[in-house]
């Protein structure tokens, strides 16, 4: 199982895309084009369209496969509607307007949805919670009173931070009961792509400490094994 893969994924592997992004889709339709059949859970806008670049097995969720149950829900994605941002990336396109373009024309061919949590149950019962970005500045008391109920107190949660928003997801994470947090570095590869300033989650992770929470820095090319 791979969630939104940057390495092309193989016919072996469970992929759980959990938005449209071109940097969460990249590695599948690469892997897709070379005529490798795979398995995907994506929202059905996104697996339509994937459907159409290769063979596709899979769906949207809750569904089951190999024994995991795979459920979902929609959240609002951050807006990073704040000056400094919207300057950087206007001065990154001005400064390199061939990148920028190509990223506007590959977002361009992917078809709009909203980005997903996942809960994946595994054959004994044990949960993993996937917040992806959903808590940030504009996450609003009503979304969380609906999915905290539904998806809190699972075994593992993997959060990722929005940049600029560690403060939100430290405030709204224990709305979620969780038992171990693995702190994710979800958009720092794409931000550094863009030529964009990223952000170190270890702070974030250290914070949770303090708090009480059983928490670890999930980076790129980490494993953990808990048992």
Known sequence: MVFDPVAEPTTDDVVVLTGPGP???RGTL????????LTVLAPDPLFDYLSRQGKVDGGPVPREIDGMRFDAATYPAPTLARPREHFLKASVAAARPGAALRRIA???????CDPWIVEVTFPDGARLLHLDVALHRGTTDAWTSRVAPRFGNAEWTIA???????AAVAEWLPRFGVNRVLVAELVNGE????????E???PLRDR????????HVFGTLT???FE
């Open 23 to 25: 940097a969460r889709v």
């Open 223 to 225: 494993s953990f094994r």
């Open 208 to 215: 949770l400490v303090t708090m009480g929470v059983e928490a």
């Open 106 to 112: 590959e977002a361009s061919r992917l078809p709009s």
């Open 200 to 202: 170190l989650v270890t």
């Open 191 to 198: 931000r550094r792509e863009m030529g964009l300033p990223t």
């Open 30 to 37: 690469a892997a897709l084009k070379k005529g490798v059949a």
């Open 160 to 166: 990722g931070v929005a940049h600029g928003e560690s």
